[in-house]
């Protein structure tokens, strides 16, 4: 006997109930999560370093790292006196919200007040998995080359937060940055863009701030 | 290539479905894929082949349904057609954000599987 079942179920249903879990979760220790996501390189991690010399004495703050192989991400964000965790994704090219379930079973790193997930290095798998964050952010080093936007929009026009790194390298390399700036809003008409350099701290206050404002209206919520 | 995940997560679901109403083996699987998902049809067909070789549910066919997203300018009160392969919210005559409606599907539509199961004639279920 043949059956036809007509339904209309989200393909990644069980990954999403997952997320939904983790946001429930989050909501009751009332941390803000953010899901970082960019290319290999674009300073992810020193961008991290930065935010918690900045801001780790005022929250408390946590970190879940994903890389295909080593802990060196999870090392240097332990080195800053900041509960860090490495998940390991043996060639995987991006986190998925069971993953984010597993570390924080595995550790204590809620509750905090801000937990950033540092996702596998890639600008393209990530984009699909709901981590149960708040917000997606963008980076974008200069380095990399102003045609990413348009190239990998699938990221660009979902992130809330689109962080352009390196801007100290602004003279050396060839990068319009208005012409980025405006192929990332036309992409995503309503994200807020930044443009910063962890190595001169432009920007810096202003990320800092928009942290920390998203933050207090979590809190509020 | 995260289309090899999102073919186990298909499979996943199917087998779910099938659980649901009763057992058997899959026959066809219709999908939604919307363009603005990120997810390469091709791709995900070439995923859907691996995770059912060698399995109960092998030759288990995948079809694909690739949905347009519907954008309209709010200013204009047009609807204006997306340019091939540009995800661009603006709005290529007045500059103002558009509306996107759908494009963005990665759903299960239908699961088709034969059983074992009495009554022999074949059964619709809806949800």
Same mark, same amino acid.
């Given at each position: 006997?043949?059956?036809?079942?007509?339904?209309?179920?989200?393909?990644?249903?069980?990954?999403?109930?997952?997320?939904?879990?983790?946001?429930?979760?989050?909501?009751?220790?009332?941390?803000?999560?953010?899901?970082?996501?960019?290319?290999?390189?674009? /300073?992810?991690?020193?961008?991290? =370093?930065?935010?918690?010399?900045?801001?780790?004495?005022? &929250?408390?703050?946590?970190?879940?790292? *994903?890389?295909?192989?080593?802990?060196?991400?999870?090392?240097? $964000?332990?080195?800053? *006196?900041?509960?860090?965790?490495?998940?390991?994704?043996?060639?995987?090219?991006?986190?998925?919200?069971?993953?984010? =379930?597993?570390?924080?079973?595995?550790?204590?790193?809620?509750?905090?007040?801000?937990?950033?997930? =540092?996702?596998? *290095?890639?600008?393209?798998?990530?984009?699909? &998995?709901? %981590? /149960?964050?708040?917000?997606?952010?963008? %980076?974008?080093?200069?380095?990399?080359?102003?045609? @990413?936007?348009?190239? &990998?929009?699938? $990221?660009?026009?979902?992130?809330?937060?689109?962080?352009?790194? @390196?801007?100290?390298?602004?003279? &050396?390399?060839?990068?319009?940055?208005?012409?980025?700036?405006?192929?990332?809003?036309?992409?995503?008409?309503? /994200?807020?863009?930044?443009?910063?350099?962890?190595?001169?701290?432009? /920007?810096?206050?202003?990320?800092?701030?928009?942290?920390?404002?998203?933050?207090?209206?979590?809190?509020?919520? | 290539?995260?289309?090899?995940?999102?073919?186990?997560?298909?499979?996943?679901?199917?087998?779910?479905?099938?659980?649901?109403?009763?057992?058997?083996?899959?026959?066809?699987?219709?999908?939604?894929?919307?363009?603005?998902?990120?997810?390469?049809?091709?791709?995900?067909?070439?995923?859907?082949?691996?995770?059912?070789?060698?399995?109960?549910?092998?030759?288990?066919?995948?079809?694909?349904?690739? #949905?347009?997203?519907?954008?309209?300018?709010?200013? #204009?009160?047009?609807?204006?057609?997306?340019?091939?392969?540009?995800?661009?919210?603006?709005?290529?005559?007045?500059?103002?954000?558009?509306?996107?409606?759908?494009?963005?599907?990665?759903?299960?539509?239908?699961?088709?599987?034969?059983?074992?199961?009495?009554?022999?004639?074949?059964?619709?279920?809806?949800?």
């Amino acid at each position: 006997m043949k059956k036809l079942v007509t339904i209309r179920r989200k393909a990644l249903a069980a990954s999403e109930e997952q997320a939904d879990k983790l946001r429930e979760r989050f909501a009751d220790s009332g941390t803000l999560v953010f899901n970082l996501i960019s290319s290999p390189g674009s /300073g992810k991690t020193t961008l991290l =370093e930065t935010t918690i010399g900045r801001m780790a004495e005022v &929250y408390k703050m946590a970190v879940i790292e *994903g890389d295909v192989a080593t802990e060196r991400d999870a090392d240097r $964000i332990r080195a800053m *006196g900041v509960p860090a965790h490495q998940v390991l994704t043996s060639g995987a090219c991006h986190l998925d919200a069971r993953q984010i =379930e597993t570390a924080l079973e595995a550790t204590d790193l809620l509750p905090a007040d801000i937990l950033f997930i =540092e996702n596998v *290095g890639n600008l393209i798998c990530p984009t699909t &998995y709901d %981590l /149960g964050e708040d917000f997606k952010i963008a %980076l974008l080093s200069v380095t990399e080359g102003d045609d @990413k936007p348009i190239k &990998y929009p699938a $990221i660009f026009s979902r992130a809330d937060i689109t962080v352009i790194t @390196k801007s100290d390298l602004l003279p &050396y390399v060839p990068f319009d940055l208005d012409t980025v700036m405006a192929h990332i809003s036309s992409l995503n008409p309503t /994200g807020v863009i930044l443009v910063v350099s962890s190595t001169t701290g432009e /920007g810096i206050d202003l990320w800092c701030d928009l942290i920390a404002s998203r933050f207090e209206a979590k809190r509020r919520s | 290539m995260h289309e090899m995940g999102i073919a186990i997560e298909i499979y996943r679901t199917c087998r779910e479905v099938v659980r649901e109403h009763g057992q058997g083996r899959l026959q066809t699987v219709r999908i939604a894929v919307g363009e603005l998902a990120a997810v390469e049809p091709d791709l995900l067909k070439f995923g859907w082949e691996a995770v059912i070789a060698d399995g109960p549910d092998e030759g288990a066919e995948l079809e694909i349904d690739f #949905c347009r997203a519907d954008q309209r300018c709010p200013s #204009c009160g047009e609807a204006k057609k997306r340019s091939e392969g540009s995800w661009f919210r603006i709005c290529p005559d007045c500059g103002a954000p558009l509306e996107v409606r759908g494009g963005d599907e990665l759903d299960v539509l239908e699961v088709s599987f034969e059983t074992d199961d009495e009554p022999a004639e074949a059964s619709k279920t809806q949800e």
